[in-house]
């Protein structure tokens, strides 16, 4: 016998270790702080007396008092109407923009995410200009139109039904966005398979289109339902008008002074146990019919011909956009430039005092700025780079506690704005970390709450790039730092800066924390807006509003721009 | 079940003409693939037959009936056909029982023929302990079957198939070739087989139509598509070929590197360019001085064994280079001087271009 | 609470320091400091902290047009107005204070119990400005220098004259409880708004509960702040207030907008804003400097013309075509019954209105 003597060389180990490790526990530790810590004070709070002890009396006066009782009961009606209403005008929309020759499909998902970046508690204050009962300016034209006398109004948005239709207008995108991709992914060979067995259009749509879309729809409607009950702008400002309280707003007010902080912390449980539960029943429900599309090649949908009726559906589409894009934003630029802002700006009543007011009379109209800048550039840097870490190592698996990882960078989407505010508050307020009052405690605040949006994007993003890309580069004598930094970070590129202005766009618009969180030297834009509806400051609100949508737009613009640039270029071979 | 003809046919898109004046009748109970290419036109011919895409110009016939014009274009849902689509387009939300009697619930069958009809569908497929499993849970040859099941039950009158074995593995993918024409002749249904994969072609069909750039190139059987390609695309497509330059010389002849070739196929005319194909495995080799008519001298420019057979590269003395297959046994170092034999009847003079 | 270790309740200030601090306001301790004058000195040392911060209840442009007088006057120091309701004025700075944030430099309440309690927490520092030694009745100052009446106004009805004749106009709080008038009154709230808060106060004892519980019938439209019922009438969303600030009546009727105090029969309710100064104030100078400018005839004056409200500082001059505080029947303001009471009051409150 021979033997084969090849010299195996000894696998030369290198010896400065790879940084990658330290990194990731590092993260782990972040995120640790970031949920973990606000969540377990709450919960320590939610159980304990006034002195200190252990209790159940919180939860006890929760349920039996009726000032608990029916903003609970209030809030899950509300969050539940408007889930339906956008399954009920979103799904169709949705369908009416993937899947037929309507004119203008573009235009009305670019109005879409308009609505979508609005700041719910902005089109609150909007819906107050248009359908206040006597002074809104819809009130004023039916009026006008019918004669009707004073005190007769058409709408009422100092109502429940008015505060569910304003929820619904910001929170339908979410509805829409999910069933328009889900049916843009839907191969059209699952629609063609049943044409060609047979299916009439109807029999397809009701058998295959419907209920492969339907999973979305309900994620859709999950994320509405848990958007309208975690929500704090918008009943603040239409709910206490109308004399009711929803359950964000009774734990802000739990605040006011003499704070009941232990009665607070019990209240934001059951939002945080009921949006766990949907979490969870969303998995069963779904159980395991793969909605996951099977099959590689992802042919053309094919398109449904309206005929004449496309021209219809179109009008019903803007119509609908009319709610939350064309009126409130024309409420809002009126209000700018009339001395009134319940009246329509015509020759004899426009101003530009109201600019001048916001730019140089008001005060805190720079620092909020300032900081919103500050804390978006910030809150979108840090977050995207921990979303793209935690991404990264569940993607690749890269280290053993990975789905800890994503675990903990999902789990903020459990967590309301307003609760995690409470969680921050008690947190950050003690030693050994005192950051109440810096904008540190809001920059947290933010990232934790954009972080499990940003992770999934990159998530999907980091999938999309074959592991061999990288390890090619690690063969080659690269350590996983560096192959991440040459190979994937650049195929990355467009997401990354999607992802960056995601969180802006999120911070700019978030309200319910920050609420719980500022200070006068870390005012933001949102609060500040807020606190001047508190004094009915309708047209500096007005001017203020819409140099936050300006901004917002710009920065989506900017995204849309790169992604469009850069994608061709950039997108990996296949 | 009936005939198709394709009369005509045109689509255009845009200015771009995918399916380009294709003409073909497909008989009775007869399997025909169209092999071509990818972008060659071949789905989309498939797809103007389901009537999921109507023509620009031309008709399509069932039997006597009129599916497909430009004017008027029956919906596909009424053409009483079955389609197995590349990605097999099985619905996940169903499971395999109830994506297989799909079509049969939508033609208002009862219960019980339904039943019935399932399970010697289930039966024939081998499918019948995974008809409770989700299409996610089910392997890509599992898959395969499902679709075919689905596409059979409902008995169409037509039957196509759009590229139905690309995603399977190599193995799998000759096994159920068999499978398909096994299942062909169990039902003889009026089959169109649209794929890119020349044996797949070979093994399944009763006629071929080699397509190119939206044309049909040219149709007939295996044998004929194999042995007599009438253009040098059919040629090069089918099978390995050497496709040669020569110049007319008279009817019948072409001059090749200063050698007179008699050949078979399309009308020589003296004087013009005229392409002549060749099958390695009909040269034959020589290492001694052969006469007669239609033998070349070349050198070998290399040779490799193959274990069965032996692949030669020879170059002819104009520099074109010719692929040889011989017996294994039939060793001629490289370098060396070697006559080729081309009989006349396997030179294929093919149309010029 | 009084153990030696940090309990986690001195993170809050909770209700049971509230009852403390409540239990101390009593106790006299006579020890004015003496009246100071704006000096070089003072200006000076103010310019090197550059920024005085204010936290106010005054309607956002009264405040900020002070702080704008306050800039000229005094160039190189800005004025930092943070305008929010009364009532979160004091859990902004519960807050704060309960987490080591020393952001305040001047307070200004409209609910004058506020700095009674503050006062008891030994957090505002004597400091006597000098117009308030010389001018300002005793009633108006506290005995221990920390703070004084910088602004007085009342809490009054006010109606919409384009939507309500003059003769229909209610003439007294009993007149709200009209059915004629259900839908149509717009009210704040005393758990956002001091000013509403001294009002309740003063309504329930010198009216009882029950009107209270009458106008619950009313479908009233509940704001938060004083400050917005006057922009709801004069935008005609609602035709009557049935509290709000007279101020911006004032303010909005010599704007041109068609709105009207009443000065109810029953009485109106006194509002007292008092202005004090942190001890931990981060610019203790600026402060002192602010506070001095404050009480100014300049800039009380400043607070008549452009702000609508009342003074006690005998130099300025009433408006006219308004009515002088001399000739309306108001009701007596009693900061530390308010303070006493608050919770109760916030608590009986929510319980008619239920929000």
Redesign the interface.
Known sequence: MTTVASTVPVARRRLGFDPSKPVLVAFAVILFALIVMPLSWLMFYAFSSKSGGFTLDNFHRLVTDAAYLDPLLTTFALATLAALICCVVAAPMGWLVARTDMPLRRTVRLLVTASFVTPPFLGAIAWELLAAPNSGLLNQLYRELTGAGQGVHLLNIYSFTGLVFVISCYTFPYVFVLVANSLDRTPGDLEDASAILGGKAWDTARRITIPLALPSMLAGALVAFLQAMTLFGSPAILAMPAGFHTMTTKIWSLFQFPPQPELAAAASLPLLLLTVLLLRAEHMVLGRRGYSVVGAKNSEPRIVRLGRWRWVMLIAAMLVLMCPVFLPYFALLNASFSKVASHLVWFNNFTFHNLHFVFYELSATQLALRNTFILGTLAATVGTVLALVIAYVHVRQAVSGYRVLGFLATAPVAIPGIVLGVGLFFTYTRPPFVLYGTLWILLIAFVTLNMPAAYQQLQSAFKAVHPELEDASRILGATRLRALWQITAPLLRTSVIATWCFIFVGVIRELSAAVMLFTSETKVLSVLIYDLNESGDLAAIAVLGLLMLLITFGIVALANSLKFGGARRLSAPS | MASVELRDLTKRYGDVAVVDDISLTIAHGHLVCLLGPSGCGKTTTLRLIAGFVEPSEGEIRVGDKLVSSPTHSLPPEKRNMSMIFQSYALWPHMTVSENIVYGLKLRKMDRETIGKKLDAILATTRLAPLAQRYPGELSGGQQQRVALARALIVEPETLLLDEPLSNLDANLREEMRFEVRRLHDAYRYTTVYVTHDQSEAMTTADLIAVMNAGRIEQAGSPEEIYDQPRSEFVARFIGSSNVIKGKGLDAARIDFAGTPLRCSGAKINSGAPTPVSIRPHDIGIFATQRQGENVLLATVVRQVFLGGSRDYMVEAKDGTQLRVLTAAGENIPQGSAVWLHLPPERCRALNGQ | MKGSKI???D????????AAGASFSTKVISAAPPASAVTPALVEAAKKEGKV?W?TSV???LS??I??AFEDKYPGV????????A??I???I???Y????H??DVVNSSDASHLVYWKDQGLLAPYLPEDVAKYYPDEHKDADGTYASFRVFLCVIAYNTS?VKKEEAPKSFGDLLDPKWK??IVKA?P??SGTIMTATYQMSRDLGWEYFEKLAQQN??????A??PP??I??????IQADGVEYLIHQEKEAG?PVEPVYATEGTPLIIGPNGLFKAAPNPNAARLFQSFCFSPECQQLCIDIGGLRSVHPQIKEHTGRTPLSKIKTMKDDAAAVLKN??QI?ARY??I???
Not at chain 3, 11 to 18: D, E, Y
Not at chain 3, 98 to 101: D, I, M, P, R, T
Request: proline share 0%.
């Open positions: 309990s986690r309740r993170v809050l200030i909770g209700s049971s320091a509230l911060v936290y309607d956002l442009k900020e047009q702080g704008k800005t004025c930092k107005v943070e305008r929010t309701g009532e979160r004091l859990q902004r519960g807050q704060e309960s987490a080591n944030v952001a305040v939507l839908g149509k709230h758990g956002y009233i439209l509940q704001v938060q702040s400050a917005d922009k709801k004069a935008l005609g969303e609602r035709a907008q608050s919770e916030k929510v319980k209105f239920r929000v």
